[in-house]
């Protein structure tokens, strides 16, 4: 029945069931042991900054595209291409719970270091990459609902025309948050050119 079953569009696992954060609904993720987080190596863009009580200065539901997020008051205006960091960076590595990837300058950027949109960029892409069947089927059946539902809910709010499309791709990394997707923003952590991305409940 449709919005009943779920698809999936890779034959094997790009990442194993252990790496998963839990899918509690909780602002941050499975912390990261201290002792593996050496010293934090450059300040970032305060539009990227928050804490565990604070939000950053942009809203986003990480389940759309980047060209949705917005600005949240006081902050009103700022360069979207400025610098993600101080000093400038040519990359820079984001965390999830066990989940680890690296943002680099957009290949149609004409600046050599990442900027605060190459970070949203960056969290975009690796959120829409596929998930796969035995990942899924080694969660609790209250978490394959929750992702189940994540998934049915975004292939339904497309375009008549792209939902066929859309459902066709699969379960996505995003529909493990299930519905805490919103970007609250980035900790510092102690490795060099680290910050770990921090969610909450949409």
Known sequence: MPGK???????????SVASLPAIDGSVSPQPIPTIMLPAVDCQLHHALQSNKFSPSAISWDMSYPVETARLQPPCTQFDWNA???????????I???????????HPA??????TVLDVL????????????????????????????SAYNQRWQRCHPAEQEMEQKKGVKQIDFLADSKTFWGLLPTKELGAWQLQVTRS
């Not at 079953?5 to 990442?15: D, E, L």
């Not at 965390?95 to 300058?105: H, I, S």
């Not at 950027?109 to 990442?114: A, E, L, T």
């Not at 960029?121 to 189940?148: C, M, N, P, Q």
């Open 83 to 93: 610098p993600a960091t101080n000093p400038h960076t040519t990359h820079l590595t």
């Open 95 to 105: 965390t999830f719970g066990a989940w680890k990837f690296t943002v680099v300058p």
């Open 121 to 148: 960029h960056g969290i975009y892409r690796y959120f829409r990459t596929s998930s796969s069947e035995r990942d899924y089927r080694a969660l609790s059946s209250d978490k394959r609902h929750r992702v189940t």
């Open 109 to 114: 950027s004409r600046v050599s270091y990442v």
């Open 5 to 15: 079953t779920v698809r999936f569009n890779t034959p094997s696992p790009a990442y």
